[in-house]
């Protein structure tokens, strides 16, 4: 048996504030989503609570460091950017917690190099293969068959939201010319359900999709009186009839009940408040590659590059994706956001002389979105929607939003104007550090170089929403 009494350990080499948290560590600590920065939590000075549970590239906001905001912070992967310049809220791709060889958090009082945010600076460096070979293939599963049912919906008698994980990889890495060169490969899938809210409003019944509200009734019972809007008149039995409409609105009519075959049908009873409730779930499949090579030029001097390429298609409900395909309405098929995205880190690591290190990195980073309808779902061409509208739109418009008010009910509203919607995230990093050691001091002299660039779709509306009341 020995012990060991321990040292005071005492930073000399710089007045940083920092946390190192090793590859072993991460892997020793179960990560429910398997993102490097729901660890970053049990940092001193790190402050907040974030929400990985599925893999995605949001959360970078999720902290503050030392009281700083929550969209200063920086991170990087081998020294190339991993940050979407658009918000600075998300990163541009993932690497799971196999694929890491440590992460460094740096809190207060970084060297220049690290100077780039006014927040956390989160410094994440990749694993990379040795004259071994090494490897592990690994699953985790989650289930809504785990899960207890939520009182609303077992008293309305609707299933409760999908709730399923499906998480499985590889990582593979060893020598290709023992001492010179080696590799490294990392391969994640993700297969995500994704529980989202209850939504709960009110949509037209079979009746009332054909003109008939004689069984219409507000939210406090009382029946609905429907009125000729020309006339002033109620219609006779509440029934709006086709002999009741001038040919004009007989074909404006036709156009509106193609939009409300779009509504899905009531699947609640006895409430007059909603009569439909869908418990929302996205899909969520992503997947990971990464690689990288490490080449011995000689014994001063050493190469890697690393590639990070991540697959990610989400299609959710209406409200899943922010202002595009925005509304309480569930249109079936939903929306689809595809955001591919890639990182590319080259390093180059050279002892000029045993006093002098230079250290040169160059990365790109690139990540895309683009927002749609399913198969066309939610545009005027593929419902053969031709309402009279304020001006002419293309086939490939979103239908017109519709939006109600009035009797106490929960109506849904819809906001498609700003779909489809696409834009394109590039971020070029180049750092140049050289390193002198003098005597007892340590002298570093350093270049840095970012270009970011967003190229968005303006957000726009080409007509304007028609409200009923």
């Not at 109620?234 to 036709?254: D, V």
């Not at 408040?273 to 990288?292: A, F, K």
């Not at 079936?332 to 590319?344: E, H, I, M, R, V």
């Amino acid at each position: 048996m020995t012990a060991d009494t321990g040292q005071l350990q005492i930073q000399a080499n710089s007045g940083e504030r920092s946390d190192l948290i090793t590859g072993k560590q991460l892997n020793d600590i179960a990560l429910n989503g398997r993102n490097v920065l729901d660890i970053i939590r049990v940092v001193p000075g790190v402050s907040g609570v974030g929400s990985f549970g599925a893999s995605g590239t949001g959360g970078l906001t999720s902290y503050s460091v030392n009281g700083t905001r929550q969209n200063q912070h920086d991170f990087t992967v081998d020294g190339a950017s991993n940050v979407d310049t658009g918000d600075n809220g998300g990163t541009q791709v993932t690497i799971n917690t196999d694929a890491i060889a440590e992460v460094k958090v740096l809190t207060s009082n970084y060297q220049a190099e690290f100077g780039k945010a006014g927040g956390g600076s989160f410094v994440v460096t990749s694993r990379g293969g040795t004259n071994d070979f090494h490897g592990n293939a690994h699953y985790f599963h989650r289930n809504e068959g785990l899960n207890a049912n939520d009182w609303v919906s077992d008293h309305n008698g609707t299933p409760k939201q999908l709730y399923r994980y499906n998480t499985f990889g590889y990582q593979i890495g060893g020598p290709i010319l023992k001492d010179k060169l080696f590799f490294f490969f990392s391969n994640e899938f993700y297969r995500q359900l994704v529980p989202g809210s209850l939504d709960q409003y009110r949509t037209p019944s079979q009746l009332e999709r054909q003109g008939d509200f004689s069984q219409s009734v507000d939210s406090s019972g009382n029946p609905i009186q429907i009125f000729n809007p020309a006339t002033g008149t109620q219609f006779a039995g509440n029934k709006i009839t086709q002999a009741a409409l001038t040919p004009s609105q007989q074909a404006s009519f036709a156009q509106v009940q193609k939009i409300l075959a779009l509504y899905p049908t009531p699947n609640v009873l006895n409430n007059n408040t909603y009569n439909r409730q869908d418990p929302l779930s996205s899909t969520h499949p992503r997947t990971e590659y990464i690689g990288r090579v490490d080449y011995q030029i000689s014994p001063s001097e050493r190469i890697f590059a690393r590639y990070i390429n991540n697959q990610d298609t989400q299609t959710g409900p209406m409200g899943s994706f922010g202002i595009q395909c925005l509304g309480s309405l569930q249109i079936a098929g939903g929306c689809t956001d595809k955001q591919p995205g890639w990182n590319l880190s080259v390093d180059l690591t050279s002892t000029l002389k045993p006093t002098l290190l230079n250290e040169l990195t160059v990365g790109p980073s690139v990540y895309r979105s683009s927002i749609t309808g399913v198969n066309g779902n939610i545009t005027v061409g593929a419902n053969d929607i031709n309402l009279p509208l304020l001006f002419p739109v293309s086939g490939g418009t979103s239908i017109p939003d519709f939006g109600f008010s009035g009797n106490g009910q929960n109506y849904p509203f819809t906001y498609f104007g700003s779909t489809p919607w696409h834009q394109a995230t590039t971020t070029i990093t180049a750092n140049d550090n050289l390193t002198w050691s003098l005597h007892s001091h340590t002298v570093k002299f350093g270049a840095f170089y970012q270009r970011a660039s967003q190229r968005p779709d303006q957000l726009r509306q080409l007509q304007r929403p028609v409200q009923f009341q």
